[in-house]
C-alpha cells in the first residue's frame, strides 16, 4: 500500500482542518503532537497545513498517512451538536467531515475511528501486534478484535477480513517463534495452520487423544471457514460492485471464532516456551 497522501487529499484537509482551528498556534500543537516532522512552516494557515502534509510525504521514515490519521482524528470524531444552540457549528464540522471523506474516498482510502487512514475495504491491524505477540499481551491483542468489533454494524466485511488477517498474523508468529518450523510458500491461512496444527501436541494423555483430535480437527474446520469467508465476501480482494451480503451476526461469529482460536494459540505457545 501506498503510505503517501494524495494530492487532492491534501488539499481538502488543509482547507478544512485550517479553517476550522483557525489559530497558527493550535495548527502548531495539533501537527507536531501528530508527529509532521521539521519546523513550522511560513504561510497562513491554509498553506501552513498543506506544506506540512507535502513534508510528510517527503520524509522516508515518516508514513504520511499515519500522521494525516492523528492531524483529523479529532475532527473527523467530532460528535453531532448536544443543542440547538451548536447547529450552525455541527452543520459546518458535518460538511468538512463530508469533504474529505470524499476526498479519501476517491483515492480508494477511508478514515476509521482511533486516527486510523487505510485502504477502503481494510481494516487496520496495528503495526505493534507481532510485539503484543511476542510478550503475550492479552490486553492488546484484545483491542485488535476490538477493532473489527467496532466496525461490525457498519463495514461487515471488512472485520470479516482483520479476524481472517489477526489469525493469519498469529500464525506466522508462531512458525517464526520455532526453529523447527519452516514458513510455508503460500502464506493464506490453511496452509499456515497446516504447519501449526502439528506441532501444537496438547496433553500427551492417551485417553484424551480423541478428543483432543476432534477438537483440532474442528479449529481446521472453523480456520478453512473463516479464511473462505473472507475470500468470498471479505474485502480483502475486491468487492466489485456488487459484493455478496453478509449480516452482522454472521461477521459477529467470525470474528468471536478467531478470537478464541488466536488466545488458544498464543496460551500454547507461550506455554511451550516457559
Known amino acids: 500500500m501506498n503510505h503517501q497522501i494524495p494530492n487532492s487529499v491534501i488539499g481538502a484537509v488543509a482547507s478544512v482542518i485550517a479553517e476550522h482551528y483557525y489559530s497558527h498556534s493550535k495548527l502548531d500543537t495539533l501537527f507536531m503532537e501528530s ?18 502534509l507535502k513534508r510528510c510525504n ?45 476526498a479519501l474516498a476517491k483515492n480508494q482510502l477511508v478514515y476509521r475511528i482511533n486516527g486510523y487512514v487505510t485502504k477502503a475495504g481494510s481494516t487496520p491491524i496495528t503495526k ?3 510485539d503484543y505477540l511476542r510478550s503475550g499481551d492479552f490486553s492488546s491483542i484484545e483491542k485488535e478484535f476490538e477493532r473489527a468489533i467496532e466496525h461490525i454494524e457498519s463495514d461487515p466485511h ?4 482483520a479476524s481472517c488477517s489477526i489469525i493469519e498474523a498469529t500464525l506466522k508468529f508462531y512458525i517464526e517463534s520455532f526453529d523447527d518450523l519452516a514458513m510455508p510458500n503460500k502464506l493464506n491461512v490453511m496452509p499456515l495452520w497446516g504447519v501449526v496444527q502439528p506441532h501444537l501436541a496438547l496433553n500427551a494423555d492417551v485417553t484424551l487423544a480423541a478428543d483432543q483430535h476432534k477438537l483440532l480437527k474442528g479449529i481446521s474446520s472453523i480456520i478453512d471457514g473463516v479464511g473462505a469467508f473472507r475470500s468470498h465476501i471479505g474485502s480483502a480482494h475486491g468487492r466489485g460492485s456488487n459484493p455478496p451480503s453478509i449480516v452482522v451476526a454472521e461477521a459477529r461469529l467470525a470474528v468471536n471464532v478467531a478470537h478464541t482460536l488466536v488466545v488458544f494459540i498464543m496460551e500454547v505457545l507461550h506455554a511451550k516456551k516457559a
Open 35 to 52: 508527529g509532521a516532522p521539521g519546523d513550522v512552516p511560513e504561510g497562513n494557515c491554509e498553506k501552513k497545513c498543506s506544506n506540512w
Open 58 to 102: 517527503e520524509d522516508p521514515i515518516i508514513d504520511a498517512l499515519e500522521v494525516l490519521g492523528a492531524v483529523i482524528q479529532e475532527y473527523m470524531e467530532l460528535e453531532p451538536p448536544s443543542s440547538l444552540f451548536d447547529g450552525l457549528i455541527s452543520t459546518n464540522v458535518t460538511e468538512g467531515q463530508a469533504r474529505i471523506n470524499a
Open 158 to 161: 471488512a472485520s470479516v477480513t
Open 128 to 130: 505493534t501486534l507481532e
